[in-house]
Structure formats: structure tokens, C-alpha cells
């Protein structure tokens, strides 16, 4: 049976840098089908305890969950809105943990963030590591991308290449996982 990742890019930005980096980083994984999604297809009211209560939780959160649940493992690219998640990724988040309290299925991870920046979103990059260990993650991988208009391009991906070698020991690291869990 194949090893099956989800991946997907934490914006709803048509444009977003971190939708271009895990689609190009997905096809670096080797020995996995792949489920890119786009979290537009997730877009919901924003979450409110009283709007849970009223009309339950949407089905597009227990689709999203679906997803996970069905996954051997989770590649996910995080835009840095000031510092934290963006708004589209936390509503998102935030319906789909209300489905059970370990969101992540115990699945390992490759969590990344990129930024036209220095620090390559490091902030995001950092506070889902330390939180999703919290709601049912299991091991985690991660890799930030600085300053991201000097360090990739579609047609070629990380152009640096000390970037690139350690990106390349990330995704071996991240496919040791998978095999471990299939």
C-alpha cells in the first residue's frame, strides 16, 4: 500500500511563497502520493463557540480532518501573518480541533516556512512546532527557507545550495518516519 502525505500551503493567498515551496517540496519526497490541497476549498465562518452551538461543525472542517486522519503524514508550509498563523490556516485549525483533541493523528510531520525575509518565517515556523506537540502530532520535522526571492525559483526550487543540503536531510529525515509508520 502506498504512503499517502497531505500537504499544503497554511495561506489562502493566490500568490503565496509558502503554496509555491510545499508544492515544489512535495515532489522532492520520494516513495509518496501526494493530496496538495488548497485551504480556500476550506473557507468557513470564523469560528466562534456560539456559531458551534447554533449550527454545529461545518463540513468542511470534518473534511479537513478527514484528510489528516486518512494521511500517513503532513507537509505543511506556513505563511507568517505578524509573527503567527495566518487567519485562513487558525480558522481552519481552530474548527477541525474542536473535532477531537489529538487534531494530528499522531502522523509525523514536516512542518516548513518560508518569507522574503531573513529569519524565513521562523516565528510561525516555531509556535507550531511547540503547539501542534500538544494536539496529537507525531514526530516532527522542520525546515525554514530565508529570504525566499534569493533562494528558490519554480523551475529549479532551493537555489542555495547549503539551503538545499539541508532541506534534502530534512525530507530523508521525514521519509525515515513515513517508512516507520507504514
Given at each position: 500500500m502506498p504512503i499517502n502525505i497531505l500537504?499544503?500551503?497554511?495561506?489562502?493567498?493566490?500568490?503565496?511563497?509558502?503554496?509555491r515551496l510545499v508544492k515544489w517540496a512535495s515532489s522532492q519526497i520520494e516513495n509518496v502520493e501526494v493530496n496538495l490541497i488548497d485551504l480556500n476549498d476550506?473557507?468557513?465562518?470564523?469560528y466562534s463557540m456560539d456559531l458551534e452551538?447554533?449550527?454545529g461543525i461545518p463540513d468542511k472542517a470534518k473534511r479537513f480532518r478527514e484528510l489528516i486522519n486518512s494521511s500517513d503524514g503532513l507537509l505543511i508550509s506556513f505563511a507568517e501573518h505578524n509573527g503567527g498563523f495566518s487567519t485562513a490556516f487558525?480558522?481552519?485549525f481552530d474548527w477541525a480541533s474542536?473535532?477531537?483533541k489529538d487534531l494530528w493523528d499522531n502522523k509525523p510531520m514536516m512542518?516548513?516556512?518560508?518569507?522574503?525575509?531573513?529569519?524565513g518565517g521562523m516565528s510561525v515556523l516555531n509556535s507550531a512546532v511547540s503547539r501542534f506537540n500538544f494536539m496529537g502530532?507525531?514526530?516532527?520535522?522542520?525546515?525554514?527557507?530565508?529570504s525566499f526571492?534569493?533562494?528558490?525559483n519554480d523551475q529549479n526550487g532551493i537555489i542555495n545550495q547549503e539551503l538545499l543540503s539541508i532541506f534534502k536531510g530534512q525530507c530523508r529525515a521525514f521519509e525515515k518516519l513515513l517508512s516507520a509508520k507504514s
Open positions: 500537504a499544503f500551503g497554511a495561506s489562502n493567498s493566490s500568490k503565496s511563497i509558502n503554496k476550506f473557507e468557513m465562518a470564523i452551538e447554533n449550527s487558525k480558522n481552519v474542536r473535532l477531537g512542518l516548513m516556512a518560508t518569507s522574503p525575509g531573513k529569519r502530532a507525531g514526530e516532527i520535522i522542520s525546515f525554514s527557507l530565508p526571492n534569493n533562494n528558490f
